[in-house]
């Protein structure tokens, strides 16, 4: 399994000068056993939870310790409570486990926010569900960005008809958890917003939509709901970036993203009108992205975005993990080779393992801003309708290759 990036070296004249480089994903650490009529994780390279579909998982070395620290999120499974596709809706909590290693071998320590998982709460905007944890540290504090929901309740103002489930998931906003050290975290001394950091400023849908906008409202990126937030400074004009995905209806669903601005990393942030990450395909369609990470690379001065690409429209290949890069921060483009990674995996033994679900792709960074561990949220078998807990998150090792550069004329 081969994953590529093109790296830009940014100058003031042309042509641009192009260095190709080759990532090499790495065997993982455990093996697949058959448990009824799912394959589960052991070993390693895999962190899953007892009684629990793991989900998400995004990690950083802690300066304090320096130990490695999985956010993730968690919904309680068995055969009592609701299948994949409805329970991280009804009732996902935030966990955290450590390491010694960023390649695997975390050990679970316990649940940090919205731990009474499924339980009926309505005391706060994330108080029924939160997930999406994606972990960052800047000047020298934590934050811990997220998406949360709550269910407004069946008086709330409804266009046509929702469950209970579809309204919590158009209830959808980003918050974030201020901490100076993960001690002070698991003591539950943290700050939080009392209100979201970013709520939809449209809601536009042809039918069963919560609390519509007036009629002839614009669309805006952060149509319906706000999730999947990715945050990275950017040093040529200081400010932070915080990347974000909604929902449209042209006519039918599909996913866009936007991004939002801020002086500081916990807001105020202002989201910009403009979608990013969208690519025409020269038919009526464009092209559907998910679950973006994205950081700004220093040497090569730019930023690259890792993506879920749905159907391999981006890659022009198979479904997987796809890749882009931009000058900016808000202008992208695809590389020649914009393949990231297959939806497989490698076993120690050579075995290659195809898997239904590698989404939410977290990206371990080492000092120079390379890539050296990727973290995703896995599944080797189909998950929707499962009860059983066989979700988990996934650390797969990165080692880079370099290649010759080579030169594109304008």
Request: charged share 20%; glycine share 8%.
């Amino acid at each position: 399994m081969k994953i590529r990036s093109v790296l830009l070296a940014i100058g003031c004249c042309c042509p641009l000068v192009w260095s190709q480089h080759t990532y090499q994903a790495g065997p993982v650490d455990m093996e697949v056993v058959q448990r009824g009529d799912s394959e589960f994780p052991v070993g390693f390279s895999a962190f899953s939870l007892e009684g629990h579909f793991v989900w998400c998982g995004s990690a950083i070395r802690a300066e304090e310790d320096g130990r490695y620290y999985l956010f993730y999120s968690a919904m309680e499974s068995g055969p009592g409570q609701p299948p994949f596709v409805d329970a991280w809706l009804l009732g996902s909590k935030i966990g955290v486990a450590v390491s010694d290693s960023p390649y695997g071998g975390y050990k679970n320590i316990g649940f940090v926010y919205n731990k009474d998982g499924y339980t009926p709460d309505r005391s706060s905007w994330d108080a029924q569900t939160v997930s999406n944890t994606h972990i960052k540290r800047f000047n020298g504090k934590y934050y811990l960005y997220y998406c949360g929901s709550v269910d407004p309740g069946e008086d709330a103002r409804i266009k046509g008809t929702l469950s209970k489930r579809d309204r919590i998931q158009q209830n959808q906003k980003l918050g974030v958890l201020c901490f100076n050290s993960i001690k002070e975290l698991l003591e539950g001394k943290y700050t939080c917003n009392e209100q979201p950091l970013l709520i939809p400023r449209s809601r536009v849908k042809p039918n069963n939509v919560l609390e519509p906008s007036p009629e002839g409202t614009a669309v805006k990126p952060d149509n319906l709901i706000m999730v999947n937030p990715a945050v990275v400074y950017c040093p040529t004009n200081r400010k932070y970036f915080l990347y974000f995905k909604g929902n449209v209806y042209d006519p039918g669903w599909r996913g866009v993203h936007g991004v939002a601005i801020s002086d500081e990393p916990a807001g105020p942030f202002r989201v910009l009108d403009d979608n990013v990450f969208e690519f025409e395909t020269g038919t009526a369609q464009k092209l559907n992205a998910e679950d973006p990470y994205v950081w700004y690379h220093r040497k090569d001065r730019c930023f690259y975005a890792v993506f879920k690409d749905f159907t391999g429209g981006f890659t022009q290949g198979k479904p997987g993990l796809a890749i882009m890069y931009s000058k900016d921060g808000l202008h992208w483009d695809l590389p020649e080779h914009s393949l990231f990674m297959n939806k497989e995996i490698i076993l120690k033994n050579g075995e290659h393992v195809d898997v239904d679900r590698l989404e939410r792709p977290q990206l371990f960074l080492d000092e120079n801003d390379d890539p050296i561990v990727l973290y995703s949220a896995c599944s080797i078998t189909p998950l929707n309708q499962k009860k059983d807990g066989s979700s988990f998150n996934i650390q797969i090792p990165i080692v880079r290759q370099q290649n010759a550069p080579h030169t594109i004329l304008n």
